[in-house]
């Protein structure tokens, strides 16, 4: 297995580019090896999904912007062969609206699916994430975005996604 970092994003609203939280979990031959976690100050004050994840303005307010943080986790994100996320057009979308609204030209990252892995490997009668995560034993804190991301990292360790 090659070296890979695990995304997961948390929107505050129906806006891909209202990215508020970002996980990452870096990922060397089939080991865990970093964990970071940012809260993200998204480009409006209104917060539709709390309800889901529990992050407020008032949480965010003092946070790095996209802008501000993106060049941290595109160094971070430079140094991996790939990127894999639970629902990858989902976090992929947020990576590139949150690029395009702070006129940054979006990365050419391969992006791999870990539902599709989860469909092709254990054919559960669910693939969300606390599903496979239930079948694999992994512990999950559902919409924390680190958590999501390195439950990511253990289904594609698990899943040997390459």
């Not at 008032?58 to 639970?86: K, Q, T």
């Not at 669910?126 to 253990?154: F, K, Q, T, Y």
Request: net charge negative; proline share 5%.
């Amino acid at each position: 297995m090659t070296s890979f970092a695990a995304i997961d994003f948390e929107t505050a609203d129906y806006g891909r580019d209202s990215a508020c939280a970002v996980g990452v979990v870096m990922v060397e031959e089939g080991r865990i090896v970093e964990r970071y976690h940012q809260l993200i100050r998204p480009p409006r004050e209104d917060f539709v999904f709390t309800y889901i994840h529990g992050i407020t303005w008032d949480d965010v307010r003092d946070s790095p912007d996209f802008a501000e943080m993106w060049p941290w986790l595109r160094d971070m994100l430079d140094s991996v062969e790939f990127l894999v996320a639970h629902n990858a057009l989902f976090d992929k979308g947020v990576l590139y609206a949150c690029c395009k609204a702070v006129a940054v030209d979006p990365p050419g990252y391969d992006f791999r699916c870990t539902v599709q892995l989860a469909r092709r490997t254990w054919h559960l009668p669910s693939n969300r994430l606390p599903a496979v995560c239930a079948h694999l034993g992994i512990d999950l804190d559902h919409h924390h975005a680190l958590s999501d991301a390195e439950a990511c990292a253990r289904i594609a360790i698990e899943g040997q996604l390459r």
